[in-house]
């Protein structure tokens, strides 16, 4: 079993929707808490970093931790066409360590 | 805005060639990670430095493949030889003291 478990999708909302993303982890000693998203060929892109548990919003971007639960979550409000893309959870568990990866989960917004 | 800096992009060559890779980290960034993606899959560390020295490479396979970071600056990923399961992309981080990582665009190989 991989220590950070994620939907591979693919997931098809149509534009305007609500996107929830969730990954679960195993290693409670987990601290810090990242959101890349990645296009098809390109490097993955920072999205959200968190800090322990709680929840942090930037424009239609909400991250969410719930380290009781080993879960987190990213929710995409309004969604566009150009959201498509793969989104990748990560963790750590000190800042500046390697970072473990989900596998990613493939979204695609239609217009 | 800076970013990190990766080359080639792309690089084909047929298994039992050596092949490398360049990073130039974001300026200032001590850390330095390199990373393999196998597709559909996500990253997976392959090496850390701190300046020029090396703090992780436990899943480096130190058969083929070798890192080094000189001057504490760019850096150089080498393979060889090179073999089919070594078709993936090359991603490069870099972070600051305490920070979070910050991608380049990658480097995708494909070995024939």
């Known amino acids: 079993q991989k220590e950070v478990e994620q939907d591979p999708g693919p997931l098809s909302v149509p534009e305007g929707a609500i996107v929830s993303l969730n990954c679960t982890y195993s290693?409670?000693?987990?601290?810090?808490f990242m959101w890349y998203r990645q296009y098809s060929r390109k490097g993955p892109e920072l999205l959200m970093y968190?800090?322990?548990?709680g929840n942090k919003e930037d424009g239609r971007f909400t991250a969410q931790v719930d380290k009781s639960s080993k879960y987190i979550s990213l929710f995409i409000r309004d969604s566009q066409p150009s959201d498509s893309a793969t989104y990748l959870c990560?963790?750590?568990?000190?800042?500046?360590?390697?970072?473990?990866f989900g596998g990613g989960t493939r979204l695609m917004v239609k217009p | 805005e800076a970013e990190v800096a990766q080359s080639p992009r792309y690089k084909i060559t047929e298994k039992s060639q050596a092949v490398a890779f360049w990073c130039d980290p974001i300026?200032?960034?001590?850390?330095l990670y390199w990373y393999r993606q196998i597709l559909g899959q996500g990253p997976e560390l392959l090496v850390q430095?701190?300046?020029?020295?090396?703090?992780?490479d436990s899943q480096l396979p130190k058969d083929r493949f070798s890192a080094e970071r000189l001057k504490g600056v760019d850096s150089t990923l080498k393979i060889q030889p090179a073999e089919l399961g070594d078709s993936a992309m090359y991603l490069c981080?870099?972070?600051?003291?305490?920070?979070?990582?910050?991608f380049g665009p990658g480097t995708r190989l494909t070995v024939l």
């Open positions: 300026s200032g960034h001590a850390t």
């Open positions: 990560a963790m750590t568990l000190n800042a500046g360590n390697m970072l473990t």
């Open positions: 981080a870099s972070s600051g003291w305490a920070d979070t990582q910050y």
């Open positions: 430095f701190q300046d020029e020295s090396v703090v992780d």
């Open positions: 968190t800090y322990s548990s």
């Open positions: 290693n409670s000693a987990f601290q810090y």
